[in-house]
């Protein structure tokens, strides 16, 4: 398993932005397809979106479509999601997941995840 360690959350205004950052351990990062996640209070972890080894990403959800972006570095082995034009119901504990698979990170079931990050967006 890949050790994941997100950052980046905290309490931002409405329309404002945060980055969020999950640090993997893996040697081989650059291999491992990432996504990203989120659970709000009350409901199920649900997809945001998702990067290949490559670069290509997976659709977004349509929540966030034009307002998040997903990035890596394979480099510094981190996958970055950026978050903009933030809404109240964009609050969540928002968690990485890695897997060899593209398909089992988008679908949900990848091998690794990180503990979370909380995003708290006030109206």
């Known amino acids: 398993q890949v050790q994941l360690v997100e950052s980046g959350g905290g309490l931002v205004q409405a329309g404002g932005s945060l980055r969020l950052s999950c640090a993997a351990s893996e040697r081989t990062f650059s291999t491992y397809a990432m996504g990203w996640f989120r659970q709000a209070p009350g409901k199920e972890r649900v997809f945001v979106a998702a990067i290949n080894w490559t670069g290509r990403t997976s659709p977004y959800a349509e929540s966030v479509k034009g307002r998040f972006t997903i990035s890596r570095d394979n480099a510094k082995k981190t996958v970055v999601l950026q978050m903009s034009n933030l809404k109240p119901e964009d609050t969540a504990v928002y968690y990485c997941?890695?897997?060899?698979?593209?398909?089992?990170?988008?679908?949900?079931?990848?091998?690794?995840w990180g503990q979370g990050t909380q995003v708290t967006v006030s109206s």
């Open positions: 997941a890695a897997d060899t698979l593209f398909g089992r990170v988008v679908a949900g079931t990848g091998g690794s």
